[in-house]
């Protein structure tokens, strides 16, 4: 079932998460423990030239017997997000690329290491073949490793997934390695260029946000087709929305506690907590005007900046489902954390090292674990239980619980729980749900909440 079916999917623009420039990855290791599936990619690049060929991946219809062999013609699509990654080079010398490298004294942006690790694509280490042009953008071998290991063999009448994994190829298959790479730019990374920090959307960078399923809908070049599954597995929505939100809680708290990354001066790195808690409008009369609300998964002082938790909330409901025996503790080391916030950065550290692992310790289970039947609808119900709506207090969680109820609306179509008929009749309920979220200056949490309740009911109703 494509999504462009269900078209309340590209209602995330309205959310400003549309990404601004979906930009480049490579593969990470999570704090606590070795990415387990991301072994990959360590190979010398050769360039998008290489992937070119007419009998490759560069024919104008996909009509390949195995791949559609016209992904390179998805990758360069002018104007859909599907082609965003061939943008991202060019957007750097754009109005809005030019006006913030001139903020940020950085020169042209189109040869500032600050822009390319994210905005090209990072070769490392690796050895950087002639073919390899910063003008490309972020490439094939940005995703799927370097490729002068499996370039000449991947194609074989022979040649098997797990044999070019071996020689290189990055399993973007497995959850987790998938999430490692994209979390690289669109949350950030450690290596140069890979981390968004609070001077650089301060000087005009879109804000950073994730949710691996709506990503990897955006950039599929590929048919999930007999073949496909045969050679790697059937891909589920619902594991990649829930893998992803653990490994983005990890990535937080691994960068959050990274010194050379968590502090900015004699401040903390702002970027880390919640953009629209502090960017608010100040009043000054007789009658305070109160701009926020008290959130009881928090335990801070009003007026201390709460850490950015939209990964977070969405974790915890999808272990609540999926994970019970892991949920509690997950969900106690969320709030020892946020209070230890309140102490100082020593304790804020040590407790992001528990909930990083905890957070690990999800990921895996979640990636590896059989779902329960019915988790999509699980799920939904709890994103809009007594629970979960009390921490909808920010637009950030807000707008990652929309993406969440529409992905698991999605997953129940593929799977044939929903008919594509009987989920457009409910679409006027999400889309009220993405508009509850349009204008983050426009967001109120009680009014959120009353159409993220509806949007659950009406896909309960389904049942």
Request: charged share 20%; glycine share 12%; proline share 4%.
């Amino acid at each position: 079932m494509s999504r462009g079916l269900l078209n309340g999917r590209t209602c995330v623009a309205l959310v400003g998460l549309l990404l601004a420039i979906l930009v480049v990855l490579t593969i990470a290791t999570p704090l606590g423990g070795k990415a387990d599936a991301a072994a990959g990619g360590t190979g010398g690049h050769l360039g998008v030239a290489s992937c070119a060929g007419s009998t490759c991946h560069g024919r104008l219809e996909g009509d390949g017997k195995i791949v559609r062999q016209d992904e390179l013609l998805r990758w360069q699509e002018p104007s859909t997000p599907g082609g965003a990654h061939s943008r991202a080079f060019a957007v750097l010398r754009g109005t809005r690329g030019r006006q913030i490298a001139a903020t940020l004294g950085i020169g042209d942006p189109g040869s500032a290491a600050m822009c390319l690790g994210c905005h090209a694509t990072p070769t490392g280490g690796a050895a950087r073949g002639a073919k390899v042009l910063t003008s490309d953008g972020v490439g094939c071998e940005a995703c799927h490793g370097g490729a002068s290991g499996w370039i000449a063999s991947h194609y074989d009448v022979k040649a098997s997934h797990a044999g070019n994994v071996e020689r290189g190829m990055i399993p973007l298959d497995q959850p987790m390695a998938r999430a490692a790479v994209c979390l690289d730019c669109h949350y950030g990374g450690s290596g140069e260029g890979q981390f968004v920090t609070h001077r650089i959307m301060a000087a005009g960078h879109p804000r950073i946000a994730f949710e691996l399923d709506l990503f990897s809908t955006l950039q599929q070049h590929w048919t999930e087709d007999g073949d496909y599954r045969q050679r790697k597995r059937q891909s589920d929505g619902v594991r990649l929305w829930a893998v992803g939100q653990a490994m983005a809680v990890n990535r937080a708290l691994g960068l959050y506690a990274n010194p050379r990354l968590g502090t900015e001066g004699a401040f903390p790195e702002f970027g880390f907590f919640d953009c629209h808690s502090c960017h608010r409008r100040i009043y000054d009369q007789a009658d305070r005007v109160k701009t926020w609300e008290a959130n009881p998964a928090r335990p801070i002082p009003a007026g201390m900046p709460p850490f950015n938790d939209e990964n977070m909330i969405m974790l915890s409901v999808a272990a609540r489902v999926a994970a019970p025996a892991m949920a509690a503790r997950f969900d106690a080391d969320v709030s020892a954390f946020h209070g230890a916030l309140a102490k100082d950065r020593g304790a804020a550290v040590a407790a992001a090292g528990r909930l990083a692992e905890s957070s690990l310790g999800l990921a895996r289970a979640l990636d590896g674990a059989t779902l329960p039947g019915g988790m999509a609808q699980a799920v939904v119900a709890r994103i809009a239980d007594g629970v979960t709506t009390t921490r909808f207090t920010d637009y950030a969680g807000s707008a990652q619980a929309v993406m969440a109820i529409d992905t698991m609306l999605n997953a129940m179509v593929k799977s044939g729980q929903v008919t594509v008929g009987a989920a457009a009749g409910i679409r006027a309920e999400i889309n009220r749900a993405y508009g509850a979220v349009k204008d983050p200056n426009a967001y109120r949490p009680a009014d959120f909440r009353t159409s993220i309740a509806s949007a659950a009911r009406a896909i309960g109703s389904l049942r």
